[in-house]
């Protein structure tokens, strides 16, 4: 079964620092890379994508990097915020699966 | 511009029972997703529907059914139920067939007594 392997599993960061979360895959077939953001008894909602063209991908404090050729992409959020606390998941993507990581929970001292 | 909706928000049965879930797609999409998320663990996928057709499924046993509606609104059937089954229960739609550019609801988290 194809793997999806997230880390770490849990972080800790204060207020204002870098938080980041990589994400290692095995399927080559994979050509849609998301990050789920999903905070307690909600829904995962939809934080950021990139695909296999680019190798980076900035949405406000939001970066993904992608590294096709070690089959890795990682989520960098800048001037991380007590706000930024929940979960993080990346799931990947081809026509026919989309494989969820185990999940980072994310934590942000003020 | 409506979310992806789902009902009820809590269930509690017990082991043996029959559960149904229901979903509501976003406005303009016609492919609904289930999941299932146990607690710590990411989603699971289920099955998928596109245009009431039953269009991919994942590592679930067949008393896990599901069925689209001409208005693409989803339900999820669980026969039979295990302690297992306790889990958060997420739908997730989107425009077309396959996972890209998904929107999940606020899940139905089911507890299995």
């Known amino acids: 079964q194809q793997q999806v392997k997230q880390s770490p599993q849990s972080l800790i960061v204060q207020k204002g620092g870098i938080s980041i979360i990589n994400c290692a895959y095995e399927n080559t077939a994979f050509d849609y890379f998301p990050w789920y953001q999903q905070f307690p008894g909600k829904g995962p909602a939809l934080l950021i994508a990139i695909r296999p063209d680019v190798s980076e991908k900035k949405e406000g404090r939001f970066t993904i990097s992608f590294n096709k050729s070690a089959k890795q992409f990682s989520l960098h959020i800048m001037d991380s915020q007590p706000g930024d606390s929940a979960t993080y998941f990346c799931a990947p993507v081809d026509n026919n699966d989309m494989r969820f990581g185990a999940g980072t929970r994310l934590t942000v001292k003020p | 511009e409506t979310g992806v909706t789902q009902s009820p928000t809590h269930l509690i049965k017990t082991r043996g029972q029959q559960v149904t879930l229901r979903c509501s797609s976003q406005s303009g999409h016609n492919t609904v997703s289930w999941y299932q998320q146990a607690l710590g663990q990411g989603p699971q996928f289920i099955f998928q529907?596109?245009?009431?057709?039953?269009?991919g499924r994942g590592n679930f046993p067949p008393r896990f059914s599901g069925l689209q509606f001409p208005n693409y609104s989803s339900e999820l059937n669980v026969n039979a139920l295990e302690l297992d089954d306790s889990a958060l229960y997420l739908c997730?739609?989107?425009?077309?067939?396959?996972?890209?550019?998904?929107?999940f609801g606020p899940g139905t988290r089911l507890t299995v007594t």
């Open positions: 997730a739609s989107s425009t077309d067939r396959g996972f890209y550019e998904q929107y």
């Open positions: 529907y596109y245009r009431e057709e039953e269009n």
